[in-house]
């Protein structure tokens, strides 16, 4: 069968894991696809190479596409969200020297109490904070200004934020540049592996579904090309399904683990699949649920209410009109499309494009098209909800 080739770029993370099962496992090759996987240094190497098509189509933090729909950073060239690729699945840690002062406090509180745990970070501070992120525009920055915004620590403005490519998060720790980061994993973990570093606190203790990858195009990409994109999406949406069975978890953590790919011990991989980190350098061990999320709880369909969150965000540290952001944020995230090219394929499709966010305390079922559909939770830490409707 004569297959289309299809150039998709990607960061080395465990959250890549649906491209790279969509290639090896054969759903891209059973869609019509030679998928060709691209290995980027940095977000902003993959940004470029994608907006300047040199790529279809990319392994992408979810509010990239919203910055760019907004104007914000890197060349003026929108880009589309097809699906979400991953939920969840950072890792906030903090040098050893600091994890000392913190432990020094008093005994060390649950892992999942991201209250505790930013109060007991902020009291321990030696002066202003140096956090790394990978990219200025990610969840990874999203998740730690609202954390401590929300505690008191105003951020980004009481911090010093700087950027750091996934794989050189330890290297940047190690030289003491920075005193803390979140970051998708395994980066986190080979930080704590190389002994600079301790993880104090899993990303999802922060918002427990919070969206972290989509798999991103440039705007009028599947427009011009309807059957690739259907083919694309469908392949990455079958391995997200694949994924979402535990007995499939060492499988993909081997695959994840060739030098091609994230280029780590598979055995670092599958802890992050499997929710159970080594979070300090004694081998302690803390188990975090729904730690990443390729496909439970419709974590495939691109939420414009999430979209609308980051755009909110975003316009008011920028300076820019809410409503305005909110009408870009939710062009770009394409549940029109995954309702086309989906929902034959048997993805249930829920029956709005918007929800409350942070609104579900439990495990909850939605209308949706084939009603089977149960969302959440997805509370935020502090308990606020967002609205959509109310950024207009």
């Known amino acids: 069968m004569n297959r289309d080739a299809i150039e998709v770029g990607f960061i080395p993370l465990v959250d890549c894991a649906p491209l790279v099962v969509a290639r090896e496992i054969g759903f891209a090759e059973e869609e019509g696809l030679d998928l060709h996987l691209r290995k980027a240094p940095s977000w902003s190497s993959l940004r470029d190479r994608l907006a300047l098509g040199a790529l279809d189509a990319a392994h992408m933090l979810a509010p990239m596409p919203v910055a760019m729909s907004l104007g914000l950073g890197g060349i003026p060239a929108p880009l589309d969200a097809l699906a979400m690729i991953s939920v969840n699945g950072d890792v906030i840690g903090v040098s050893t020297a600091l994890a000392a ?83 998708g994993e395994p980066w986190g973990s080979v930080a704590v592996e190389n002994g600079v570093a301790e993880i104090i606190l899993p990303g999802c203790a922060i918002w427990r579904f919070a969206p972290e990858k989509v ?133 249930d499709l829920p029956g709005a494009s918007e929800k409350l966010e942070g609104a579900l305390d439990q495990p909850t079922a939605v209308a949706s098209a084939a009603g089977r559909m149960i969302l959440g939770p997805d509370l935020f830490f502090d308990g606020r909800v967002f609205d959509p409707s109310e950024a207009a």
């Not at 209250?115 to 990978?134: C, S, T």
């Not at 990610?138 to 009481?158: F, I, K, N, T």
């Not at 920028?318 to 939710?330: I, Y």
């Open 101 to 183: 002062r913190m432990n020094a406090l008093g005994e060390r509180p649950d892992f999942m109490d991201a209250q505790a745990v930013g109060r007991r970070l902020i009291e321990a501070a030696d002066g202003r904070l140096r956090l790394g992120v990978p990219f200025p525009f990610s969840m990874h920055a999203e998740l730690l200004y609202y954390w401590l915004d929300a505690l008191g620590l105003r951020s980004p403005q009481g911090l010093d934020v700087r950027t750091v490519p996934p794989p050189q998060m330890a290297e940047a720790m190690a030289a003491g540049e920075i005193d803390a980061f979140c970051v």
């Open 215 to 347: 798999l991103a195009v440039r705007r009028g990409w599947a427009e011009e090309q309807p059957a690739r994109a259907e083919q694309l999406m469908r392949a990455v949406w079958r391995a997200g399904k694949w994924l979402s069975d535990p007995a499939h978890r060492l499988a993909a953590s081997e695959l994840l683990a060739r030098p091609e790919y994230v280029d780590v011990p598979s055995e670092i991989i599958e802890r992050a699949l499997n929710g159970r980190l080594v979070v300090a350098g004694t081998g302690e061990e803390r188990r975090a649920p729904r730690f990443v999320e390729f496909f439970d709880a419709a974590a495939t369909f691109p939420w414009r209410s999430q979209a609308v969150w980051m755009a909110v965000r975003l316009a008011e540290r920028n300076g820019l009109d809410r409503a305005e952001a909110a009408k870009a944020a939710r062009a770009c995230f394409r549940t029109d499309l995954y309702r086309r090219n989906l929902g034959p394929a048997g993805a």
